[in-house]
């Protein structure tokens, strides 16, 4: 069974830090493209980042872009978020998952919330 | 960014009635591949988001085949073929062309 576990969200003052980390189960991590998908309370998704098979790729929104870092580790099927010079706005649930096209293989992680406020 | 418009926000149903959302792209999702990277999301109450349809219309995994999905280039749909109390939640459209990858803003399905 294919599993996604986040851990690392919290209470965390404005222009604070926070590293957010989902370990993946039940299929081969490396062989897959992550995402990292934000929701405000009662609003829609966002996609944050994406991150390819062997890291060598990020792309991200414009909103964190220089303030978020995506990354992984394959050896220890863990994808990873730095968020830096967190804002307000940031306040979200963040959910882990897989970035996958054109198959149909699709999966979320439980979510993790994310509060910036002083 | 691309800005995907959904309509309408609030969809009230009747059971076992078919139900439609549609999705407008501000431009159009045909990638340089060849495919057009447009899903559909569920999400219900209290749950993470799931996907339903990928590229326009092939379903996921698990996916009841009363889902559907159809459209091309900025016009989309998605379809059920007759609602069922599990189907309750939000339902967004999504593009997977142009990064970022962005959403629409959610429709919500009720039972009437």
Excluded at chain 1, 37 to 58: C, F, H, M, S
Excluded at chain 2, 13 to 18: A, D, E, N, S, W
Excluded at chain 2, 63 to 69: E, H, K, L, M, N
Excluded at chain 2, 76 to 94: N, P, Q, W
Aim: with cysteine; glycine share 12%.
């Amino acid at each position: 069974e294919v599993q996604l576990v986040e851990s690392g969200g919290g209470l965390v003052q404005p222009g604070g830090s926070l590293r957010l980390s989902c370990v993946g189960s039940g299929f081969t991590f490396g062989n897959y493209w992550m995402s990292w998908v934000r929701q405000a309370p009662g609003k829609g998704l966002e996609r944050v980042a994406n991150i390819k098979t062997d890291g060598g790729e990020q792309y991200y929104v414009g909103s964190v872009r220089g303030r978020f870092t995506i990354s992984r580790d394959n050896a220890k099927n863990s994808l990873y978020l730095q968020m830096n010079s967190l804002r307000d706005e940031d306040t979200a649930v963040y959910y882990c998952k897989t970035a996958v096209r054109q198959l149909p293989f699709d999966y979320w992680g439980q979510g993790t919330p994310v509060i910036v406020s002083s | 960014d691309v800005v995907m418009t959904q309509s309408p926000l609030s969809l009230p149903v009747t059971l076992g009635q078919p139900a439609s959302i549609s999705c407008r792209s501000s431009q159009s999702l045909v990638h340089s591949d060849g495919n057009t990277y447009m899903n559909w999301i569920q999400q219900r109450p209290g749950h993470s988001p799931r996907r339903l349809i990928y590229k326009v219309s092939s379903r996921d995994s698990g996916v009841p085949d009363r889902f559907s999905g159809s459209g091309s280039g900025t016009d989309f749909t998605l379809k059920i073929s007759r609602v069922e109390a599990e189907d309750v939640g939000v339902y967004f459209c999504m593009q997977a062309t142009h990064w970022p990858w962005t959403f629409g803003q959610g429709t919500k399905v009720e039972i009437k």
